[in-house]
């Protein structure tokens, strides 16, 4: 009897799959049923060979030998996972075994790991895709059900092998040059140099920012009702001319204001869209502080373990309109604990419509919503709390109907001049009920307060009990954080010169940098090659990342001829382009970015040595900065010594709440705090034990007086009336 075997990407997706294809025996990695062999990866079992592979030469990085352009790129299997590789591989061939079914992430990347196992297998047999949005049973079901061509398929392998050889041709030949050039370990890539450049370019116009001071009139009548000024020309609020303010003010003090029109306007605002992970990432971080890999790494453990969420690497905010029939079991299996209220209230009214659901807005997976299996919200992490509550709030408020207000707009003249009132009456509360509290007012006009507004008419005659002259200040850009940084890789046109922004508004709303799959990776490794460091929330350019960007090629830091390559990548997906053509233009870029850095007359100096030394090669070590605390590098990369020397812990300041730097080594070691608080690890240990001791106290003694007023036992009365009372003082 022929069988089939399946490719998963990881273990615990194989699992979900044999269990629902009925693969009980177990193997040595893999399941195997009666029709079925389900094996898997772990990610990718196959990459793309280091440049030693094309000849000896190359195992020493010189700058002669560069460029290296292979004219066919070599695959070669990775040595850690070579095993199941190789288990793969002997399932694929056995004689038995009719077709393949490629079961691994339904996109570019996942398309990638198994194309490229079946390459150096060197497997010719049919194959299938299983083209699912979640892991559950049901879907599982349902995609074999609906097995696809694997041919259908072949323009997105295409897609990938042009992305990861792009990406070879120039970080291998670029930083290779680089770090021969200046002997000093530099980084470069095709999507992570001009991210590093918009980042340098922000801290630049923070810096060049010159605040301007503006200024207003803010008059109050006698009943308390604030008038904002309104200027008769700009209609704006304010005005960087001060003398003409001050002018007013004094002709307009003591004057009554004189009703002209009382405006009552109906208005509506719907909720916003679902999440895409981009969207996702950058309020993870706004509001918990997540970094973008963070969040990617909770919303896989809720996609692949707990099975509650679906597909999380997307770009789509929107929902295909194969989905809404499955929308109610989705909001019964979400409709527990805080949300069971409001999923029932959705389910009643449901009415999809084209604000959620467009097909034309969804192209490889929709958006981040719950799936059909049931959650139990006590299995979940904290983390992972606070991840599904923001996926289902979401969920559930585009199932709501719109916010509903009457906003009263008030007119005025005083002297000549026209003065604003605002006010707003809630008719419905609509999606707004999802949040509660939580949501902030967004609709509310900038310098024109929302205020309750007293019975008022046209003609009214307002006296005024004092007029005033306000004054502000224009504030600079926020510097990035990872959330904010996340935004603008997908969207670079918004944080680019003006010169940029043109070509930008060609490519269209493809062009970004990187995809939503390997964001986070990008900012990540800017991390880890010391070219960013984090200051509070806030990303910082380090001075090698600025130094970085004053030795590459123009070019290389274009944001704009970065997304120009992202769209043809969509391009080469969707058929439209050759891959090869594609590849041919990348290497000519690749030999003109060598030959300018070959060419260059400018210098790297390494500004953090310190006096210590390499214990291996005798060097001096450099102080760099990285995400978890400070370290001591060696300046040779071919070194390769590091040595952490302090590191940012979990600990909190007694006195600030702050997170507390670990220093020092042994015995030695000391907390510090940037509020200046000191203390030894030895005392800090010991203080954390009696803590812990006091605690484990506190636990019995609270489980104790749970259980006497359970059992409704007075037992005895002033015992247990002096444990309540210390439990109080020590809680």
Avoid at 397 to 402: K, T
Avoid at 437 to 451: F, S
Avoid at 709 to 731: T, Y
Wanted: hydrophobic share 35%; glycine share 6%; net charge positive.
């Amino acid at each position: 009897m022929s069988k089939t075997v399946v490719l998963a990407e990881k273990p615990s997706v194989g699992r979900d799959i044999a269990k629902v294809l009925g693969c009980h025996k177990q193997g040595n990695g893999y399941m195997e049923g009666d029709q079925y062999v389900v094996t898997w990866a772990f990610g990718h079992l196959v990459t793309l060979a280091d440049p030693e592979a094309y000849g000896e030469k190359y195992k020493t990085w010189r700058l002669e030998d560069l460029p290296l352009l292979p004219d066919r790129m070599k695959l070669v299997v990775i040595k850690k996972t070579a095993r199941q590789f190789q288990q793969v591989k002997n399932l694929m061939s056995r004689p038995d075994v009719k077709r393949i079914v490629i079961a691994t992430d339904a996109g570019r990347e996942g398309e990638l790991v198994a194309r490229w196992i079946i390459e150096k297998a060197r497997i010719k047999k049919p194959v299938k895709r299983l083209w699912i949005s979640s892991v559950t049973d049901k879907a599982i079901k349902e995609g074999f059900r609906q097995l696809r061509d694997g041919k259908q398929y072949e323009n997105l392998y295409a897609s990938a092998v042009a992305r990861a050889e792009a990406d070879w041709m120039v970080g291998i030949n670029a930083s290779r040059a680089l770090t021969c050039k200046h002997n000093a370990s530099l980084s470069c890539g095709r999507v992570q140099t001009p991210t590093l450049a918009m980042i340098a370019a922000r801290e630049e116009e923070i810096r060049n920012f010159q605040p301007r001071a503006f200024y207003g009139l803010e008059a109050v009548t006698a009943n308390g009702l604030k008038l904002v000024w309104q200027d008769g020309k700009t209609k704006d609020w304010r005005s960087f001319a001060k003398e003409k303010c001050e002018r007013l003010l004094s002709r307009l003090t003591g004057q009554e204001a004189i009703v002209t029109e009382v405006k009552k306007a109906k208005k509506k605002s719907y909720a916003p869209p679902l999440y895409d992970l981009t969207e996702l990432q950058r309020e993870a971080n706004q509001r918990f502080g997540f970094s973008a890999k963070e969040t990617l790494s909770v919303l896989q453990g809720l996609y692949e373990n707990h099975k509650v969420l679906t597909y999380p690497r997307t770009d789509s905010r929107y929902l295909s309109t194969d989905i809404v029939d499955t929308l109610k079991d989705r909001l019964e299996a979400c409709g527990v604990g805080p949300y069971r209220k409001l999923a029932h209230q959705a389910s009643r009214s449901l009415k999809p419509n084209k604000r959620f659901v467009d097909n034309s807005k969804v192209s490889d997976h929709h958006a981040i919503i719950p799936t059909e299996e049931p959650v139990f919200l006590d299995k979940l992490s904290a983390k992972e709390k606070k991840i599904y509550d923001l996926v289902v709030k979401r969920f559930l408020a585009v199932m709501f109907p719109p916010f509903e207000y009457e906003q009263t707009t008030v007119q005025t003249n005083i002297g000549g001049e026209t003065f604003i009132a605002r006010g707003k009456v809630i008719r419905a509360q609509g999606w707004k009920q999802v949040y509660g509290d939580q949501w902030q007012e967004e609709e509310q006009t900038e310098g024109m307060p929302e205020q309750i507004l007293p019975e008022i008419k046209e003609g009214d005659r307002l006296a005024i009990r004092s007029v005033k002259l306000t004054r502000g200040e224009t504030k600079p850009p926020e510097p990035f954080t990872e959330g904010s940084l996340i935004a603008a890789m997908e969207n670079p046109g918004k944080y680019m010169g003006n010169q940029r922004k043109d070509l930008l508004r060609t490519l269209g709303e493809t062009g970004g940098l990187g995809t939503v799959a390997t964001r986070a990776d990008i900012i990540e490794k800017l991390f880890d090659s010391f070219l960013i460091e984090k200051k509070g929330k806030h990303i910082a350019i380090t001075s090698k990342g600025k130094q970085l960007l004053d030795l590459v090629p123009e070019e290389l830091k274009s944001p704009a001829l970065t997304a120009e390559w992202e769209q043809k990548l969509g391009a080469i997906a969707k058929g439209k382009l050759n891959k090869e053509s594609f590849l041919a233009e990348m290497r000519e870029y690749a030999q003109a970015v060598v030959r300018e850095i070959k060419e260059s007359e400018k210098n790297f100096k390494h500004d953090n040595l310190t006096t210590s030394r390499c214990p291996d090669c005798g060097k001096r070590l450099l102080e760099v900065s990285s995400k978890k605390g400070r370290m001591l590098v060696c300046q040779d990369r071919a070194c390769g010594y590091r040595k952490g020397i302090a590191r940012v812990t979990n600990a909190r300041c007694p006195e600030c709440r702050k997170k507390l730097e670990l220093r020092g080594e042994g015995d030695g070691r000391i907390f510090v705090c940037a509020c200046g608080y000191r203390e030894k690890y030895a005392s800090f240990q010991e203080r954390k034990s009696k803590e812990k001791k006091s605690m484990v106290s506190r636990k019995e003694i609270s489980r104790y007086l749970k259980q006497q007023e359970r059992q409704k036992d007075e037992g005895n009365p002033a015992l247990k009336e002096a444990l309540a009372k210390w439990f109080q003082q020590n809680e």
